[in-house]
């Protein structure tokens, strides 16, 4: 909850014009970095915003004398005035806010002499604040910004409303250092160098703090060229909605933590309590990295309580979601992967989670994958399944399908208890081993789990929990009798021709079924009695074991 709310819109009016210092507006290779200077410092001294005119004003500042804003800046709007840094590599174009209490709207800040290069100095940022408090960023443009267009450390009540970045050549809008009480509403990036939004709890060097209480919302951003589309790191208590990434060129969200090495290395504190609605990722997975990443440090030092809500990822070049790394207690709920040449969904060192009402379309490998170094309590319910296993027959991929199934389970970490429930396989067209494969059935309760019928490319529905398809030999003469078992099962009866199957439990009288083939609920310790003239396919697997 933000604590100060600042939400005038200032009109272009009293203030100080800054042509009134000698700024000229419009003049091809003119520096205006003295006379800037010089209308910011008199418009502070007065108590009233610096007024940009409409036109571009062109300023060369150096390291040693770059500029400062202990005022309000004030355009007539962004892409109307336009601070142009003509610099011969677009280097030094930073403006320092030096001043609580201030509002800057309506300007455009560019640099158009900045080459393709990645570039994360931030003497070459566009705005850059630290330290300050009650501060308002609005209706402002970047263009080819070298560093960070907007560099917010260590900062206290901030609000930033509609941000728009064109060809950046790092992020958008970073937050980082022991910043509280940050709203940024309506970021709009194309080809942004790295991360549109970037909120980043650095746990080493003079940076280091971990920012906390951040709200991320409306955020459309595509082409990045070297980084995410919205990155939380090391941060706490930060709630994101409403993010449209496209064509992401190292994933679109992520969340967690992150250990760089090489010539500028950093390292990150996990992420905690985190959450994200309504979040859709397009053509991301380039660089094998997930559309949508959740990461921690380890399972000693996890990221935890992680949300991801309402999310939809289309057309991933690798996975849909990935945690892994070390992270507790994750939930994914409402949320549809379509069309994946990895799986869908795979977790690796997570203690805790649950996967809740996924549409899994066209998945490359097996729709969710709980992977080494997991534990705790998972759940795992509703899951609409359509075509798994897409690669299978395709150049590159494995000459079997025994890896990919709708559901696996291939750990042997300490869960405390599984839950699979409502998975449903509707349509399926390359062969597949497995709806389920699980490893951990001793701690697993099963519900209702069903595949297509008569599919003839699924070996089996579900291994790891009792699963048996009786031989040909073994189905007597009629009336046959499914001997009574300990646990729930669903049995399938097809093929051949049925006349009548009933259910009996101990001494009592049968209780003769509507339905004369396919799938059956057959509590424990009942025997399901098949009556026939010509023989059937049977078989069975457990759906609870207690």
């Known amino acids: 909850m933000m604590l100060w709310q600042n939400k005038q819109i200032l009109p272009f009016s009293q203030g100080y014009d800054v042509r009134k210092s000698g700024v000229i507006v419009g003049k091809k290779g003119k520096d205006n970095s003295d006379a800037l200077r010089h209308a910011f410092t008199t418009a502070a001294a007065m108590g009233v915003p610096a007024l940009l005119p409409e036109g571009v004003i062109e300023y060369r500042p150096t390291v040693a004398r770059s500029l400062f804003a202990p005022c309000s800046i004030i355009g007539r709007g962004r892409g109307a005035s336009i601070l142009s840094c003509t610099t011969v590599d677009g280097r030094n174009s930073r403006i320092d806010v030096i001043g609580d209490k201030l509002t800057f709207q309506g300007f455009t800040m560019e640099s158009p002499n900045t080459p393709y290069l990645w570039e994360s ?165 380039k660089n094998n990295v997930a559309p949508i990443r959740i990461s921690g440090l380890s399972n000693a030092n996890p990221s935890r309580d992680i949300n991801v809500t309402n999310f939809k990822v289309t057309n991933s070049a690798s996975f849909g979601v990935v945690v892994a790394g070390g992270v507790q207690d994750v939930t994914l709920q409402n949320g549809s992967i379509d069309t994946t040449t990895q799986s869908a969904i795979q977790m690796t060192e997570t203690w805790g989670g649950t996967i809740d009402n996924m549409k899994l379309y066209d998945i490359g490998e097996s729709g969710v994958v709980i992977g080494s170094g997991s534990g705790g309590t998972q759940r795992i319910t509703n899951i609409d399944a359509k075509n798994i296993n897409t690669r299978f027959g395709t150049e590159g991929a494995a000459a079997d399908a025994s890896s990919n199934d709708v559901v696996r389970i291939i750990t042997s970490a300490d869960f405390t208890a599984i839950t699979i429930d409502e998975v449903h396989l509707t349509a399926q067209e390359k062969t597949m081993d497995r709806l389920i494969e699980n490893q951990n059935y001793e701690v697993t309760k099963m519900g209702r789990v069903t595949t297509v019928r008569d599919t003839g490319s699924i070996a089996a529905v579900i291994t790891g929990l009792p699963a048996v398809i009786l031989a040909a030999g073994d189905v007597t003469a009629s009336p046959y009798t499914l001997p009574a078992v300990d646990y729930d099962r669903t049995v399938r009866v097809y093929g051949g021709t049925v006349t009548k199957l009933d259910l009996k439990w101990g001494g009592l009288n049968p209780v003769t079924l509507r339905k004369k083939n396919g799938f059956v609920t057959v509590k424990a310790h009942h025997e399901l009695i098949v009556t026939y003239t010509l023989k059937p396919t049977i078989s069975y697997f457990a759906t609870s074991i207690t």
């Open 121 to 285: 100095n931030e003497s070459h940022n566009g705005l850059a604040v630290r330290g300050r408090t009650y501060l308002s960023f609005r209706d402002l443009e970047f263009v080819r910004t070298l560093g960070a267009s907007l560099m917010l450390r260590d900062v206290y009540e901030i609000q930033v409303e509609g941000i728009y970045v064109l060809d950046n050549f790092k992020d958008g809008v970073h937050v980082t250092g022991a910043s509280q009480h940050v709203q940024i509403d309506g970021v709009h990036a194309k080809r942004c160098g790295d991360d549109t939004v970037a909120v980043v709890g650095y746990a080493d060097g003079t940076g280091a703090g971990r920012p906390i209480l951040v709200s991320i919302n409306n955020v459309h951003t595509s082409d990045s060229i070297q980084g995410r589309g919205v990155a939380v790191l090391g941060a706490m208590h930060v709630q994101l909605s409403n993010l449209f990434i496209e064509n992401p060129h190292a994933g679109g969200l992520f969340i967690g933590t992150e250990v760089v090495g090489g010539a500028r290395p950093y390292s990150t504190y996990p992420s905690e309590h985190i959450s994200a609605d309504n979040v859709h990722v397009v053509n991301g997975g």
